[in-house]
């Protein structure tokens, strides 16, 4: 059963002053993700510097600006004491801008018991993802390959493999980024936001362009989380229906992964193949599941050795691949060995309380408001650290600043009940179905 929700006007001030003007940069810096990463950080960083400079009381109150904050300085520590820093000084780059950004990115995405901020970042998220669809059906329908360049100035490039994975290294992260966007879709559909039916079309083309390619990505862990957050977002919508038919379609794939009589003739090749390379160790590409094994097997192995401070950024690649015969991975495939193999256990501790606990403010807060943008945004970054059991995607930076603006408009939903948990009661009370 669907319901909207409605900003709530309250009868006093806010006690913060909406941050306008930082805001306009992060939102500027989320509609060029698509395009390129360079003006995208660009535009964080200088939305970062001002959200600090008007909002630098409000941060420092909240503690955990102090563990974000730590969590930088260890990023950066851990690059000095690695095995080889003339990998691990770059490497530290993919950790400690982005941890010194959230803090900021909350402060000013918060509204005070508005969703209007939330709500505009999803829009520009999924208006760019337009852009990623666009490169991504080009490369299936037409063989799009290459770089897209406007007179002097190069845009972005376009893989061209036979997977699609349009302006990504690989299909396994551009399926990530479709699930976030299809969640981010998703919630602003449930709000009511695509009441026009300019707006409708817009979410329905999103919504079904999406899924299909999605589906095309032949992305197992992509078709997973995907399924995950869909379980959970018709859960909490009470639509069993919807859950027992994904359910039926779930089981048949499996059946036809088996090659139980008669499944593969009603499931598609594309489905059923790739399901089947997860148990066969003969599988190539590290497709099969005895593949990354070998890989969380050497992840663990490298955390035992060096279980404080690890071996530095960028270290599994070159160690793992130095192996006789030589391999060729650029990362564990689980984003969580990763960090205890590279940053060390501590630092993966950090960042585990760090999520977990912006995740369950966030949870609190969407209970409290039931604001649709919220759960969509929510299960976005459910799906997301799921997926970081078999896959290492935050490696990419536009995927971890696109995670870290995400992170921080939830965060910031934690601290809209902190600053007026009047007007949280009040947009609870005004939600309806």
Known sequence: MMFFSAPVVSQELP???LPSRPRGWLLGAAALLPVNLAPSLLLALVGTIQGYTCCGKRILRDPLFGLAALLSLAAVGVAFVGEDWRLSLPGMFNYWPFLLMLPAFAAVLADCGSPGGR?????????????????????VLWGW????????????????????AAAFTSPNILAIYLVIHLCLAAGLG?????????????????????????????????????????????????????????????LASLAAAWDWPG??????????????????????????????????????????????TGWGWQSFAALYNAQD???????????????????????????????????????????????????GMLLALTAFFVSGLLDVVMLDGRVHLLITLLLGAVWGAGLEQQDDPVAGKEQAQRSHY
């Open 119 to 139: 709500r505009r970042l999803a829009q520009v998220l999924v208006l760019g993802s337009g852009l990623m669809l666009l490169l991504g059906w080009g490369e």
């Open 263 to 308: 499944w593969r003739a009603v499931v598609p090749r594309l489905i059923w193949s790739r399901l089947a390379d997860t148990f066969d160790p003969q599988a190539l590409y590290f497709s099969s599941t005895a593949n990354r094994l070998d890989a969380w097997h050497f992840a663990l192995q490298m955390a035992r050795e060096r279980p404080l």
């Open 15 to 17: 006690p913060h002053p």
């Open 190 to 250: 449930w709000e009511g936001v695509g009441r026009s039916w300019l707006g409708r079309a817009g979410l329905g083309a999103m919504l079904g362009l999406g899924s299909l390619l999605l589906l095309l990505t032949a992305s197992r862990n992509g078709w997973g989380v995907g399924g995950l957050a869909l379980v959970i977002g018709l859960a909490l919508r009470r639509c069993w229906w919807g859950i027992g038919l994904l359910s039926g379609l779930g």
């Open 145 to 164: 390959q290459g770089h897209l360049v406007l007179g002097p100035l190069w845009i972005t490039g376009v893989a061209g493999g036979e997977r699609p």
């Open 325 to 375: 015969p030589p391999e060729l991975l650029g990362h564990c495939h689980n984003l969580y060995l990763h960090l205890a193999a590279e940053g060390g256990i501590p630092l993966l501790l950090g960042h585990l309380i760090l999520w977990g606990w912006i995740l369950a403010r966030g949870w609190q807060a969407w209970r409290r408001s039931q604001e649709s943008v919220l759960l």
